[in-house]
């Protein structure tokens, strides 16, 4: 990240123009713009630095209190909203969300303002003659990358959505939602074609910047969602067959900067910084002012689950009622140097996809031993003689305790295995089946009546 203070600054003032919504784009100032940013490549990697300190901020891949993986957790049966009824977090812990709530509009226009950036980056690169062709390639690949993940969480979250992959004002003003099936085959495109220019893999602790492994990792994430369990397997198994990229032993290493685990990275605003993460999840007093983990969530735990203890802190209030809050990450202060950085992606996930793929193959013994590298890892003992409903059932339990917490995949996890509403309905009973999306925020369908219908039951 040499060039990662140039690409705030330069990120901020060349290529992200002063619009407020993804469809409002002044074509004129963007040509200006990539004229400007790709001179040089000091200058290109400046514009994905940017890009990345974006995604940091806010959005899907943001652990701040303005991303979504606060929400979602919330929205799910992880954490408990104790801020007031009408925070954002409330409004998604007690489902009085709509599609005029501000967040589920920021949401939108978030990740669709970060797709005009990085679609900027691929055409900048394009037109641009002065940057040699590796350089080109790989930022070119780091884009596409980027590019799928968000449209991935896009379509996961409000279903059929737009897949916009040009920056021209007029084509974004009337694009229409595409069906979930076609954005999930257009991810699948963007992944293969970024796998073209991206570096194989990258040490730990450097781990910052997309590479094939990590888009062999989303290629296999999208797959489970997908159900397609021979690519499943495949793509977990390219990145599982590696002995540099393995599950830290040691449970609190897990979400450190050097995790052998971590896949990709994003790393805080500053040296000194926590995580966003640490500093929204660390309860240090109580009761807390914003969440905690819910009392559902925290007596589901097995006995001698050493993920109860490593990951998760106390904190008790004047009359000694205890909270629990996610303590993943240990940080939640400026420090001299931080030892933490934020995961999107870690090895762990590939054995539980692996494990699920070769089990809905009817390959048991092959699902048992990936579930077990996990189970292990957290000191609980080793299943075994389980039917293939018993084994999907300790999958599930698994990916519930394993990744708590992390960029909604409780949410997605659910909507998965088809357990949403009644996993939901047990811990709130106000909970409809509509709820499987969110609304397309009602701002953008009267910008784009295109966008229409808006989703059932909204």
């Known amino acids: 990240m040499k060039h990662k203070n140039i690409g705030i600054m330069l990120g901020m ?17 963007d040509q200006i713009t990539r004229d400007m940013i790709f001179k040089d490549e000091a200058l290109a990697h400046a514009a994905m630095a940017g890009i990345y300190r974006s995604l940091e901020e806010s959005g899907f891949l943001s652990g701040s209190s303005g991303g979504a993986q606060s929400y979602l957790s919330c929205y799910t049966d992880e954490l408990s909203s104790y ?13 009085t969300h709509n599609a005029l709530t501000q967040t589920v509009g920021n949401l939108w226009s978030v990740t669709y303002k970060q797709v005009y950036y990085i679609n900027s980056v691929i055409e900048g690169l394009e037109h641009s003659p002065g940057i040699s062709a590796s350089v080109k390639a790989r930022l070119s690949g780091e884009a596409l990358f980027l590019r799928a993940i968000l449209y991935l969480y896009l379509t996961g979250t409000y279903g059929g959505v ?27 495109e963007d992944l293969l074609q970024a796998v073209e220019g991206l570096p194989d893999a990258l040490p730990k602790g450097s781990r910052v910047r997309p590479t094939k492994v990590a ?33 830290e032993t040691d449970l609190n290493k897990t979400f450190l900067m050097s995790s ?18 640490g500093n929204f999840f660390v309860l240090q007093t109580a009761p807390p002012a914003r969440v905690a983990l819910s009392p559902a969530f925290v007596n589901g735990f097995e006995s001698g689950d050493q993920r109860r203890s490593a990951w998760m802190g106390e904190v008790k209030d004047s009359q000694n009622t205890p909270y629990y809050y996610p303590f993943k990450y240990k940080q939640s202060s400026i420090t001299s140097s931080s030892s933490e950085y934020s995961v999107i992606l870690r090895v762990e996930e590939l054995y539980l996809i692996r494990s699920e793929a070769y089990t809905r193959k009817n390959e048991l013994n092959m699902g048992l031993s990936d579930l077990n590298k996990i189970r292990g890892r957290a000191g609980l ?4 003689n389980l039917g293939q409903a018993e084994l999907l059932a300790a999958i599930v339990r698994e990916r519930k305790y394993e990744l708590f917490t992390e960029f909604g995949h409780r949410f997605y996890d659910l909507s998965h ?23 397309l925020p009602e701002q953008e369908l009267l910008r784009n009546p295109n966008l229409k219908p808006q989703n059932d039951g909204y």
């Open 215 to 247: 888009a062999y990792a989303l290629l296999a994430r999208l797959a489970y969602y997908q159900k397609d369990w021979n690519a499943a397997h495949e793509y977990s198994s390219l990145v599982l067959s590696r002995s540099d990229y393995a599950p």
């Open 162 to 188: 737009p897949y916009i992959k040009v920056t021209d004002y007029e084509t974004n003003s009337h694009v229409s939602r595409e069906s979930q099936v076609e954005v999930y085959n257009k991810v699948r």
């Open 83 to 95: 801020a007031p009824a009408g925070s954002d977090t409330s409004q998604f812990y007690t489902l």
């Open 260 to 277: 052998s685990s971590a896949i990709w990275q994003l790393m805080p605003y500053d040296s000194t910084y926590p995580t966003n993460e």
């Open 13 to 29: 003032l060349f290529l992200f123009p002063a619009c407020s919504r993804f469809t409002e784009v002044d074509l004129p100032q």
């Open 417 to 439: 295995f088809g357990t949403l509403d009644q996993t939901m309905l047990a811990q709130k009973p106000s909970w409809k089946s509509y709820y499987k999306f969110l609304p």
């Open 381 to 384: 003992p080793a299943l075994s």
